[in-house]
Structure formats: structure tokens, C-alpha cells
């Protein structure tokens, strides 16, 4: 018997004890963060906490969408919400772009459901232009407290 099964095949003939443990070995080798929990035949991999890291990033993001929102907010008495929403996404792209593919390379633009991703980029884009559009319309105090109550799906805490 194949201790540590490659396909659903081998899942099918092998104990399911034997693939949660090679599995689990798998997994666990891969992220050091981790803690294996052994649960009668099952073993699975937790994250272990971190919680003063976790609110640290928490912070960061909150000021970073505050900041974001108010630069939004300045751009807009100078420059139409198209030209800013096209630097705004460019940037983006840029910053995204020399953090992700040095790592994974072109790999990561490769998908089998290409429909989905480009629903999912409309969406952003319509949203992110409704965003701009109200932080220039309203003051920005409103504009963010209205984002942290579940106004925007990027910019809830």
C-alpha cells in the first residue's frame, strides 16, 4: 500500500488514517507555523496564534484605508475619478506585482476559471469607482466610518 496516496484513487483504496497522516506530514513540513492535532484517525495542521501580530496588522490596514481614502479624496479636486481610479489601479499593480511574481512568477496568472476572475475584477472595479465617487462627494470622515460598517467588501476590518 502506497503510504502517502497522489490521487483520489489511491485515497479510495488506502485507509483514511494513512492519507490524513501523509497529508498531515505533507502539510506540516511546508508551513513551520503550524502545530499538528492528532483527532482519532485524523490529523490536521492549526496555525498556531499570534495575536499582538495579528492586531499590529490590523492597525496597519485601518490606517492604510484611512490614508488611502483621504489621498482618494484630494486626487478627486484635481483630477477626474477615471484618471484617478486608473493611477490608483496601476500603482497597485506595480506594487502587487514586484511582491508576487519574484515568488511565484508568471504562474500566478494562470487559472481554469477565467470567467469568475474577470466577474471578480469587474465587481472590484465598479466598487472601487463607487468608493472614489462617494469619498469625493462626502466628507471623508462619513465616507470612511461608512466603509468600516460594511460599506465596501475591501475595507472592512
Request: glycine content about 8%; proline content about 6%; hydrophobic content about 50%.
Amino acid at each position: 500500500m502506497n503510504a502517502s496516496p497522489t490521487s483520489n484513487a489511491d485515497v479510495r483504496t488506502g485507509s483514511m488514517a494513512e492519507y490524513a497522516g501523509s497529508m498531515a506530514e505533507r502539510v506540516g513540513d511546508s508551513l513551520s507555523h503550524t502545530r499538528r492535532i492528532d483527532v482519532g484517525a485524523f490529523v490536521f495542521a492549526k496555525p498556531t496564534d499570534n495575536v499582538p501580530l495579528g492586531i499590529l496588522w490590523m492597525i496597519g490596514a485601518t490606517v492604510l484605508l484611512a490614508v488611502a481614502a483621504a489621498i482618494a479624496k484630494w486626487q478627486t479636486e484635481f483630477y477626474p475619478v477615471g484618471e484617478v481610479m486608473f493611477i490608483r489601479s496601476l500603482s497597485g499593480l506595480i506594487v502587487c506585482a514586484a511582491l508576487i511574481l519574484p515568488m511565484s512568477g508568471l504562474a500566478v496568472f494562470a487559472t481554469k476559471r477565467p470567467g469568475a476572475h474577470i466577474a471578480r475584477g469587474v465587481s472590484q472595479a465598479v466598487s472601487q469607482t463607487f468608493t472614489v465617487i462617494a469619498v469625493s462627494l462626502m466628507p471623508l470622515a462619513g465616507a470612511v466610518a461608512i466603509s468600516f460598517s460594511g460599506g465596501h467588501p475591501d475595507e472592512r476590518p
